[in-house]
């Protein structure tokens, strides 16, 4: 269907049209004068885990239905009780995007499908007063630390209080119809123009046909379940397009110092500092998790890269070592984290070990582990001077480790009074962690961590895990990369200030101030929230720069022929942040083997081409769950989920005309037909009358 | 539109041409081969129009101009196959088997090269617009005339019964040296096509075609040998005839019937 005309077609198109001659001038394709295809990458689609499947799909050839552009709630009654020409496709603002609207959209029977349009001048802080978010209350609870915890006072913890408030579970249900986003003003524009010129109901009275229409297609290969899909997957896809894939992406990390196997690391020395770089919606295409994922990874980038200035010093007095970590897929049941933690017992992290591989990198097992220092949301303080720390209640009885998490917690109190700008306030100890990518090792083994957050109980993001956790939700202002105005960047360049003085004393156990350096974690920020094309991603991201577009960061985990740009990108930025320069050429600047404890990575955009050696690099992400043979998938041991396989997603407008209609004129061609039939048949048998080929007997 | 308008404006358009092939062509292998090889011609003057019409560049905005040359190509290709059955004669009188209607009877094979042309012609002109009928669209929304696909069907049907007329009177205008017959064929088929420039002023358009048909359909009808008299004695039936000429008769249904 989705023909292209080239040129040289076109202009045989033309010819055609001109020597029938009576076609619409220019030789366009009559299609496009039928159908206007308006913005349909941003489809909700399905996933799936080992119990449930979750999302929309369309039917095979698309959804189709009579647009009705949702103003205000009465509009909604109006469609159900009196709209007669079902079924319908409702277009609405987020306002109206709820699980009740959604919940009545279905049983009403009327309705094939949604679409949620975002006008430009749509203010979530002053209309969605109720905030908005598709995660559930307790997000990732059932995978989590505490789901079976015998301390009840754990367990149903979030249930009595629970941490997103404002979860609406609408990212975990299935829809029976699609659900598109639309937020290209051209498409909304041409969805309410054509809703009022053909179908906006005149006095309450519907108006006739033609009526404008939407077509949406975003039809999906999987259903049912991971284990049933992933098992139809092993008998051997029939088309080149999976059922479903397990979501995957890569966990991106790096240490401050390299890990050579031949020498051993000692127990307790690899302090680990992690956030979370994935965030996700009901829609495609669209995850900018600015406040979910965004500013811990701005805030690990930036502290990381502060620290890395005082490699030196740190290799020179301690034996321990630094572990910057982003994990991947924590969205979707810790994937990135339960699979580190699932290598490390397994022996394999990040690799298993190699014959004939010089400089092999050492591997890291669970009794390394040190301290755990993890970011979570951390950008929307309700006072910008403060930030809350977490601790889990359950290891923290053991005295031992009590002793242990209190000396974290000093110091980091030490280190916000070195920087003094931003306060840590530590949550009441009976509360258990919020959700975080510690939890995935708190299940495996006993260590002393910190979480930290820009809330005490419940999220201060009204947005969580939604298409509207952006940079407006987080308010920063930053225009460009080098705007100095803007005091989001200050407030997460505070905090990565105060993060790497922690970790400077952690490693060394002397004091000193390290700042953070704001023009680069804006230039980050700029980077992620508003543009990723930036100066940055130019410099650093070589080949992958060019496939990404002037948009923020989409940070769903996506599968493993997904897109990977971001993550890519996001590696290339971290060797830059934590690598040496070194002088190599092009040729030279690159690795023997992945196995070895330093990478190098070419910049030919950096001053002219620059070679980095770092100990950065990526280790897959995915979820034990499908490396395990006859994993249970109904166990909640691992994530489980899936994506389903889908061949396109597409949104076209256009003018439906009435039955009626129809009919006339299928009758007319069936008229015209046997009219013909009857003509030509009277002139046939009686050509020698008619055509007076007798004439001369009959004149006579 | 959907599918049932597609079948819809299909039939309108080609419904009486489909009579005429079921009818009269399809029954005699010669007429068949004869209406696919004048089909064939106008494929190649539609060829050489396209050819002409990317070689000038510089005047493909312009559509009056390819009109013209497109009817030009199509009235010299009738030509060129009016040129060609003329040489074949010969051939087609041992290939048709004894029986020679198709050879005495000159205004068959006009009738079926214009057939030939008409419905080749019908085809490349409604296809386009046809095959984009099927989706569940119709089109208007962006300002178009709503009843485009029905006035294009109609458009489509009058050009192919045009072809079919004009083919009759060009044969016999080259048979007679009747050059003003010729002039009025050529004349005809600028006129028709020239005025679908207006379009989409249908109120116009559609009109002056069907004006235009009927004439050519009148003139041809005269030119085949009819007359109103004929078309009385054929409604009065033809057991009169068959008392003055039964064999001849006889003749003539069994060929048509076959």
Not at chain 1, 133 to 139: A, H, K, M, R, V
Not at chain 1, 537 to 544: D, K, L, R, S, T
Not at chain 2, 44 to 64: C, G, H, K, P, W
Not at chain 2, 222 to 244: D, E
């Amino acid at each position: 269907m989705a023909s292209k005309v080239t040129g040289r077609q076109a202009t045989l198109l033309r010819v055609l049209v001109l020597s029938g001659t009576f076609f619409l001038a220019a030789g366009e394709r009559v299609k496009n004068k039928i159908y206007d295809e308006i913005q349909g990458d941003m489809a909700c689609f399905k996933r799936f885990n080992g119990t449930h499947e979750i999302g929309c799909t369309s039917k095979f050839f698309g959804n189709t239905g009579v647009l009705h552009v949702i103003e205000e709630k009465a509009d909604f009654d109006w469609v159900y009780e009196h709209g007669p020409h079902q079924p319908y496709v409702l277009a609405f603002t987020p306002l109206f995007l709820t699980e009740a609207v959604l919940e009545r959209a279905t049983d009403s029977g009327k309705v094939s499908g949604v679409v949620v349009v975002v006008p430009e001048d749509f203010d979530p802080e002053t209309q969605l007063l109720d905030g908005f978010s598709g995660e559930t209350e307790c997000p990732d609870a059932y995978l989590g630390l505490y789901n079976a915890s015998s301390n009840p006072d754990y367990a149903g913890y979030c249930r009595k209080k629970p941490w997103n408030p404002n979860g609406t579970s609408m990212l975990y249900t299935s829809w029976e119809f699609p659900i598109f986003l639309i937020t290209n003003q051209t498409s909304v524009n041409n969805i309410q123009n054509c809703f009022e010129k053909f179908n906006k109901p005149v006095n309450g009275m519907p108006r006739d046909w033609p009526l404008c229409s939407l077509e949406l297609k975003s039809n999906m290969y999987g259903t049912t379940n991971s284990e049933v899909c992933m098992r139809r997957a092993s008998i051997g896809p029939l088309s080149t397009d999976n059922f479903c894939d397990p979501l995957y992406d890569y966990n991106i990390w790096g240490t401050l110092k390299p890990m050579n196997m031949s020498e051993e690391i000692p127990e307790k020395s690899v302090i680990i500092v992690a956030a979370r770089m994935d965030a996700a919606t009901m829609f495609d295409n669209i995850s900018p998790g600015a406040n979910s994922a965004v500013s811990g990874i701005i805030t690990l980038m930036s502290a990381a890269a502060a620290i890395f200035k005082h490699k030196e010093e740190i290799i020179n007095v301690s034996n321990k070592n630094i572990l910057f970590i982003l994990f991947q897929g924590e969205t979707w049941g810790y994937i990135g984290s339960s699979r580190v933690v699932w290598d490390m017992e397994q022996g394999q992290f990040p690799y298993k070990v190699k014959d004939d591989v010089k400089d092999q990198i050492a591997q890291i097992n669970l009794t390394h582990i040190d301290y755990f220092i993890e970011l979570e949301q951390v950008g929307q303080p309700e006072d910008i001077n403060k930030l809350y720390i977490h601790t889990d209640p359950i290891s923290n009885a053991n005295p031992e480790l009590k002793n242990e998490t209190d000396n974290l917690l000093n110091i980091l109190d030490e280190a916000s009074n070195l920087v003094n700008e931003t306060k840590f306030v530590r949550v009441r100890k009976d509360v258990p962690l919020p959700p975080s990518s510690i939890q995935s090792f708190l299940k495996h083994v006993n260590i002393s961590g910190v979480v930290i957050t820009d809330h005490e109980g419940e999220f201060k993001n009204p947005y969580y895990e939604s298409f509207l956790d952006n940079y407006r939700n987080v308010k920063y202002e930053a225009d460009n990369e080098t705007s100095d105005a803007d005091l989001y960047h200050k407030h997460i360049n505070n905090v990565a200030s105060v993060l790497a003085t922690a970790i400077y004393k952690l490693a060394t156990n002397t004091h000193k101030k390290i700042t953070a350096d704001p023009e680069l974690t804006n230039e980050l920020l700029f980077c992620y929230m508003k543009n990723m094309t930036c100066n940055l991603v130019q410099e650093y991201g070589g080949e992958m720069a060019k496939h990404l577009e002037p948009k923020p960061a989409k940070l769903y985990v996506s599968v493993e022929s997904g897109e990977r740009y971001r993550s890519y990108v996001t590696m290339y930025l971290m060797a830059g942040l934590l690598g040496d320069e070194v002088e190599r050429n092009q040729s030279d600047c690159k690795i023997e083997s992945i196995y070895n404890m330093n990478h190098f990575y070419y910049f030919s955009h950096l001053h002219n081409g620059t070679c980095v050696q770092t100990t950065v690099r990526m280790t897959e992400a995915m979820s034990p769950a499908f490396l395990i043979d006859d994993y249970d998938w109904k166990s909640g041991e691992y994530s489980t989920w899936t994506e389903s396989g889908w061949k396109l997603t597409k949104v076209m407008i256009f003018l439906r005309p009435s039955v009626l209609e129809e009919v006339a004129v299928v009758c007319g061609g069936v008229v015209s037909l046997v009219l013909s039939v009857i003509v030509v048949h009277f002139m046939n048998s009686r050509a020698d009358l008619l055509f007076g080929l007798s004439t001369p007997p009959a004149a006579c | 539109m959907t599918v049932a308008e597609f079948f819809g404006c299909g039939l309108i358009a080609f419904g009486p041409s489909l009579a005429m092939f079921g009818l009269t062509i399809a029954t005699d292998p010669i007429r068949t081969i004869m209406l696919v090889a004048s089909a064939f011609f106008w494929l190649l003057a539609l060829l050489f129009s396209s050819i002409l019409y990317t070689a000038v560049v510089q005047l493909q905005d312009y559509l009056a101009f390819g009109v013209v040359f497109s009817v030009l190509f199509q009235e010299l290709f009738r030509f060129l196959w009016f040129l060609l059955i003329q040489k074949a004669e010969g051939g087609l009188k041992k290939v048709s088997d004894g029986n020679m209607q198709i050879v005495e009877n000159k205004h068959i094979l006009a009738y079926v090269s214009g057939l030939g042309f008409g419905m080749i012609s019908g085809a490349f002109s409604l296809v386009n617009v046809l095959a984009d009928m099927t989706g569940p669209g119709t089109i208007g929304m962006k300002g178009d005339p709503k009843n485009f696909f029905i006035a294009s069907a109609v458009t489509s049907l009058a050009f192919i019964l045009l072809h079919v007329f004009w083919g009759i009177l060009f044969f016999n205008a080259l048979h007679r040296r009747a050059y003003l017959q010729l002039a009025y064929v050529i004349l005809c088929h600028m006129l028709a096509s020239c005025i679908t420039l207006m379009n989409p002023i249908y109120s116009v358009t559609i009109p002056t075609i069907w004006i235009l048909t009927i004439l050519s359909g009148v003139l041809a009808f005269i030119v085949a040998g009819g007359s109103h008299r004929t078309i009385q004695s054929a409604f009065r039936g033809r057991p009169q005839v068959l008392q003055v000429n039964a064999d001849a008769t006889g003749n003539f249904t069994q060929v048509g019937g076959m």
